[in-house]
């Protein structure tokens, strides 16, 4: 594989694409991203089957036939698609109030989700720097929306017809229904006062809508910088995959002149604890598809042919 420039130099990146370019070139490492873009192409290309057959008939009187708990190839391959690729596709935008039976809107939601991946399946191999400003931008926006969505957003209609529908509420109390960690509320904004009078008057109401037994958020996070070195730790692998340090300052100046300061094995090993954060997984033998370096290739016995 051709190492481009882009692989290894993110310094010119924008601050608020810092994390989603570390959650697109980190899963370009994951095999199990691999096997993802696989499946969605089987997907898409209509090759997985979408039923899974049914089980052996009961030969019981009075039996229904019944069907195997497993899920059918097509929804395995859409679940492995969602884990590698789910922070770049538009999940909330997905919602109807139309009157759909649970085959219909099974069929809509795997329409919505297989155009969504299809420029991600195109894409999947590109270095960030590399996709168009446009396709960046739309990426961006999908990832934080997503990731605002978990904190705060904007009611559907499909949510308050769920809860009205279940809950039946008395139409003559203010118009306010929570389920899960979740409440939703209908806000009524006299946009004549100052900003600051109205968020004091939007915190009264969350304080009187919080409910009890929630956990309180984490403060934990990381800082710009933080997510930059994760990405030149991530850089440095990819270097030594493909080159020995020794030949990193002849045949490669450029990532030497940026990083000729730095531990690389240091780093590299670094850049597999990030890797393995990033993914989710602290498994013994999950590893970046670049962490073997060009060193440890030239010290492995060639092959001996058999006869």
Same mark, same amino acid.
């Given at each position: 594989?051709?190492?481009?420039?882009?692989?290894?130099?993110?310094?010119?990146?924008?601050?608020?694409?810092?994390?989603?370019?570390?959650?697109?070139?980190?899963?370009?490492?994951?095999?199990?991203?691999?096997?993802?873009?696989?499946?969605?192409?089987?997907? &898409?290309?209509?090759?997985?089957?979408?039923?899974?057959?049914?089980?052996?008939?009961?030969?019981?009187?009075? #039996?229904?036939?019944?069907? !195997?708990?497993?899920?059918?190839?097509?929804?395995?391959?859409?679940?492995?698609?969602?884990?590698?690729?789910?922070?770049?596709?538009?999940?909330?935008?997905?919602?109807?109030?139309?009157?759909?039976?649970?085959?219909?809107?099974?069929?809509?939601?795997?329409?919505?989700?297989?155009?969504?991946?299809?420029?991600?399946?195109?894409?999947?191999?590109?270095?960030?720097?590399? @996709?168009?400003?446009?396709?960046?931008?739309?990426?961006?926006?999908?990832?934080?929306?997503?990731?605002?969505?978990?904190?705060?957003?904007?009611?559907?209609?499909?949510?308050?017809?769920?809860?009205?529908?279940?809950?039946?509420?008395?139409?003559?109390?203010?118009?306010?229904?929570?389920?899960?960690?979740?409440?939703?509320?209908?806000?009524?904004?006299?946009?004549?006062?100052?900003?600051?009078?109205?968020?004091?008057?939007?915190?009264?109401?969350? #304080? %009187?809508?919080?409910?009890?037994?929630? %956990?309180?958020?984490?403060?934990?996070? #990381?800082?710009?910088?933080?997510? &930059?070195?994760?990405?030149?730790?991530?850089?440095?692998?990819?270097?030594?995959?493909?080159?020995?340090?020794?030949?990193? #300052?002849?045949?490669?100046?450029?990532?030497?002149? @940026?990083?000729?300061?730095?531990?690389?094995?240091?780093?590299?090993?670094?850049?597999? !604890?990030?890797?393995?954060?990033?993914?989710?997984?602290?498994?013994?033998?999950?590893?970046?598809?670049?962490? %073997?370096?060009?060193?440890?290739?030239?010290?492995?016995?060639? &092959?001996?042919?058999?006869?």
């Amino acid at each position: 594989m051709l190492l481009k420039r882009e692989d290894w130099d993110f310094s010119g990146l924008l601050a608020g694409e810092l994390v989603p370019a570390l959650l697109w070139e980190v899963r370009r490492e994951s095999s199990g991203a691999e096997r993802a873009v696989l499946d969605a192409q089987a997907l &898409l290309a209509g090759k997985r089957p979408d039923e899974e057959p049914p089980s052996a008939e009961d030969r019981r009187r009075s #039996k229904r036939r019944r069907y !195997t708990a497993k899920f059918s190839e097509a929804e395995a391959a859409l679940l492995r698609a969602l884990s590698a690729f789910g922070d770049f596709i538009a999940l909330e935008d997905f919602c109807s109030v139309h009157n759909w039976s649970r085959k219909q809107r099974r069929t809509a939601w795997n329409r919505w989700v297989a155009n969504s991946l299809r420029p991600l399946v195109r894409d999947h191999d590109v270095p960030w720097l590399c @996709l168009p400003d446009a396709e960046r931008r739309r990426l961006v926006g999908i990832f934080e929306a997503n990731r605002n969505a978990e904190i705060v957003r904007i009611g559907r209609w499909a949510d308050g017809v769920g809860y009205f529908n279940l809950h039946k509420p008395d139409a003559g109390l203010p118009m306010k229904f929570g389920y899960s960690r979740y409440t939703c509320v209908l806000l009524t904004v006299n946009w004549t006062h100052s900003k600051k009078r109205i968020l004091a008057a939007i915190g009264k109401i969350l #304080k %009187e809508c919080e409910p009890a037994g929630v %956990e309180s958020w984490n403060r934990r996070g #990381k800082k710009n910088r933080d997510v &930059l070195v994760m990405l030149e730790r991530l850089a440095m692998m990819r270097v030594l995959h493909h080159f020995t340090l020794a030949e990193v #300052k002849l045949r490669l100046p450029g990532a030497w002149s @940026l990083y000729q300061h730095r531990r690389w094995y240091h780093e590299r090993h670094q850049a597999l !604890t990030n890797f393995r954060a990033v993914i989710g997984s602290a498994k013994a033998n999950l590893f970046p598809m670049s962490w %073997e370096t060009k060193a440890q290739r030239s010290r492995k016995p060639p &092959l001996v042919p058999s006869k």
